[in-house]
């Protein structure tokens, strides 16, 4: 492959890397064609970009990236996949599905949230993750909950009381 050819495969990489908020790198070797398609059909679902890259290339594009993914270089080696999401559980869950059928994908790393995951251990932790916005909306559920139960209890106080008033007005 030439350097130029390197080059442009490098820069395409960064590009979709921080066009996406989160990647998942994962082993898909020893999958057939077959196999490839059903997860790439999968993938395309649950809208995640699945690429298969060569490490040196990846490394490249990683360490020319704004954010220091110095954490994930350990883990590029063998065949390597990148999946992009912009949500942060979807390829936890992806992988998780299909490797019930199939021996792969094995997660090597993902990058979610800003924060690093290492090894395997973590796809149980990263399909339990949840993103900022749906973090907010737990948080002003849980605001607006004693809010609208003190609302609610005022009402219907105040239709006893009025029912009450009313009852002793008509005897």
């Known amino acids: 492959m030439k350097k130029e050819d390197k080059r442009a495969i490098v820069e395409q990489l960064g590009s979709e890397i921080s066009s996406y908020a989160h990647f998942y790198l994962a082993d898909i070797g020893g999958l057939n064609a077959a196999q490839t398609s059903d997860l790439r059909r999968l ?37 390597t996949s990148l999946m992009l ?6 390829p936890a869950k992806v992988i998780k599905s299909f490797s019930k059928t199939n021996k792969k994908p094995v997660l090597k790393a993902a990058y979610v949230e800003e924060s690093f995951y290492i090894g395997e ?7 339990s993750i949840k993103s900022k916005f749906e973090l907010i ?3 002003i559920a849980l605001l607006q909950s ?18 009450v008033l009313k009852t002793l007005s008509e005897r």
């Open 146 to 163: 004693p809010a609208k139960n003190v609302v609610s209890a005022l009402q219907s106080g105040g239709t006893t009381i009025h029912g």
């Open 43 to 79: 993938c395309n679902k649950e809208n995640i970009k699945l690429i298969v890259v060569k490490n040196t290339l990846l490394k490249l594009a990683l360490e020319n990236a704004s954010v220091d993914f110095s954490e994930l270089y350990g883990t590029l080696k063998g065949e």
């Open 85 to 90: 999401s912009d949500s942060g559980n979807a």
């Open 137 to 139: 909306a737990d948080v």
């Open 121 to 127: 251990n973590q796809l149980e932790t990263l399909i």
